[in-house]
């Protein structure tokens, strides 16, 4: 019962704005836990202890819990590690682009941002919304699924990529016209969608032929939590075309977000450019008066285009509303960032593909004629031996079930156990050790598969000599990495044979050859095998894809190629010795029942 209480904490996360921290609480297992670390997480309710499947979601969340244990032993490195932890808009809040850019992350997604002027029943200047029209676009909105988010929304979204409700869209009004709070604003309140006012603080009030709505109207919009009020100059000047010094520029800049502050009792982070012009000194000033993001926008209809295309966070494009048919189908929330629950189901991250729960199985099969060994399950590690010697009297050492031969190793001294490229094992008298190899020599192997393992997870990415030269690199790469080398090349990548341009110069790929290789299946299952007869490495790879395999590279091959299953070659000859191998553990404990989730559950409440 006393791992349920550890998995039990009370850990949940929240999104607390653009740069702030977070707080761990409720680290019951640990008195160290530093209370202020970071952050309120109280804001989202965790399950109930007595969740069905709680205990199903034990195995596949232990290397959360180990990663946040760290975290809270060592918070030095939060700010590189959250987002891997998290992987949420935490994480992301953490982490904003550089201002005034927008991240990488919300490229990927796309918000339509609508301007409109005047809305009245009968239009009088050809920029004029008929409130008709007016009507049928909100109607649109709310038909086709369509979200308005706010301008604070938005800006966060565009710093950091932060995930958006579905198709969001953002409605913005220019020029403070009275028929836009006698008319829109009624409708906005309806639907309760937010939207965006932008003020140009002389004509507050002014009653000409286009009426301008006074203090107490803005001040009864923004007090309906519904409207952002942003600064759209005092004079209505454009400020690229209109000769004015950097301080003249300045003054309409600053004048106006004051007026509007203090009128209101509000904060002004936005603007607004008349005419939508700007240029690269206008948009320095914007920043230098102390706004966050600046809307913009183009009489050329080709260069209208979502926020998310725009250029930067201080000229975010719209769409005038003639155009509002178009651009409601560029609304698109992107892909939302995945939120960290301790209590989710397995595959939590994105990234995660493995499953070392599985029973260990040997499975002879013929694919294409081709007569295979394939070991199935369990739990990969690598054997780093003092010496050479047969796979199979080396895995006695330890508790491996199966085993293959594993990276190259040099052949320049017969006795050595030198590798070529860096090697990381858990079993090796330089256990937990990051040996660098031949540096001289490391370049040649760029691009080849690194393979990396942790306690629940395997990776292989292009080995890079520039980057991987350090364990932290590694955990760079995969936190909590226990083994690393460099195989020979991808037979198998995510799911599909690879050509022979793929292995590059690597010396005999297409001679036919006794072939070892390893990898995960479609389901996550580790797979190590050998060929029972000679084979070119393309031709080797097809036969795997068709064997259902989803990731494997070619290990030590040729004279080299041995596997053997509970203490036994299964070769028919006798190969070369070597000094590194891929072996299989038992499997990590299987889930448990329901049943005996619930009883477990009842009995850990006493
Ligand atoms: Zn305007």
Redesign the pocket.
């Known amino acids: 019962m006393k791992t349920i209480a550890l998995i039990g904490l009370g850990l949940s996360a929240s999104l607390v704005g653009a740069g702030a921290a977070i707080a761990l609480k409720g680290w019951q297992f640990s008195s160290k836990a530093p209370q202020n670390l970071v952050a309120d997480l109280s804001q989202i309710t965790v399950p109930s202890i007595c969740e069905t499947n709680l205990l199903n979601k034990v195995t596949a969340n232990l290397s959360y819990v180990r990663t946040a244990n760290r975290l809270i032993h060592d918070p030095a490195p939060l700010l590189t590690n959250v987002n891997a932890l998290f992987n949420s808009d935490v994480g992301a809040t953490l982490m904003p682009a550089p201002f005034p850019n927008i991240s990488d992350r919300a490229r990927k997604a796309g918000v339509p941002v609508i301007m409109y002027h005047n809305i009245l029943p009968e239009p009088t200047i050809p920029w004029d919304t008929r409130l008709e029209d007016f009507e049928q676009h909100l109607a649109l909105i709310k038909e086709k699924g369509l979200t308005p988010i706010s301008m604070d929304q938005l800006v966060l979204h565009l710093r950091t990529g932060a995930s958006l409700p579905p198709k969001p869209i953002l409605l913005t009004f ?2 403070n016209y009275e028929g836009q709070y006698k008319y829109a604003f009624p409708l906005l309140k309806k639907y309760n969608y937010p939207a965006v006012w932008s003020v140009h603080t002389r004509y507050v009030g002014v009653k000409d032929d286009h009426p301008k709505a006074g203090w107490a109207e803005l001040k009864e919009m923004h007090e309906s939590g519904l409207i952002t009020i942003a600064s ?1 100059t005092v004079n ?1 000047l454009n400020l690229v075309t209109t000769p004015l010094s950097d301080a003249e520029i300045l003054r309409e800049l600053r004048e106006s977000k004051a007026t509007l502050e203090k009128e209101l009792g509000i904060e002004v982070k936005y603007f607004t450019y ?1 005419e939508g012009d700007n240029d690269a000194r206008v948009r320095r000033l914007v920043q230098e008066a102390g706004y966050t993001a600046a809307l913009a926008m183009t009489l050329d209809a080709e260069l209208e285009t979502t926020a998310n295309k725009s250029a930067d966070l201080l000229s975010i494009m719209r769409f005038g509303q003639s155009r509002f048919a178009y651009a409601i189908e560029l609304a698109d929330a992107g892909t939302p960032l995945p939120t960290f629950n301790p209590f989710a189901e397995a595959k939590i991250s994105a990234t995660k593909r493995a499953d070392f729960t599985t029973p260990v199985e040997l499975k002879r099969v013929t694919v294409r004629n081709m007569p295979l060994v394939l070991v199935y399950g369990g739990k990969p590690v690598t054997i780093h031996a003092d010496t050479r010697g047969q796979v199979a009297d080396i895995m006695k050492t330890t508790p491996a079930i199966a085993a293959v031969d594993g990276g190259f190793h040099s052949l320049e001294f017969l006795d050595s156990n030198a590798m070529i490229g860096p090697v990381l094992s858990q079993n090796s008298s330089r256990k937990g050790e990051f040996i660098i190899g031949n540096k001289g020599e490391n370049p040649l192997l760029n691009g080849r598969p690194l393979v990396l393992i942790s306690p629940t997870d395997v990776k292989f990415v292009p080995f890079d000599a520039k980057i991987h030269v350090s364990l932290e690199s590694l955990q760079a790469e995969l936190p909590d990495v226990t083994d690393a080398f460099v195989a020979a090349g991808w037979l198998v990548r995510d799911g599909k044979a690879q050509p022979a341009e793929s292995f590059g110069k690597l010396y005999g790929f297409d001679a036919y050859r006794d072939r070892a290789f390893w990898g995960i299946d479609k389901s996550g299952r580790p797979v190590i095998g050998v060929t029972m007869e000679m084979i070119d490495s393309v031709g080797l790879g097809k036969i795997l894809e068709e064997a259902g395999l989803h990731d494997v590279v070619m290990l030590d091959s040729g004279a080299s190629a041995a596997l053997a299953y509970r203490g036994e070659s299964v070769m028919s000859y006798e190969p070369r010795p070597v000094p590194h191998l891929v072996a299989l553990y038992a499997p990590d404990p299987a889930p448990f029942t329901s049943n005996a989730n619930r009883l477990n559950c009842v009995v850990s409440q006493k």
């Open positions: 220019d020029d759209h209505h008349p």
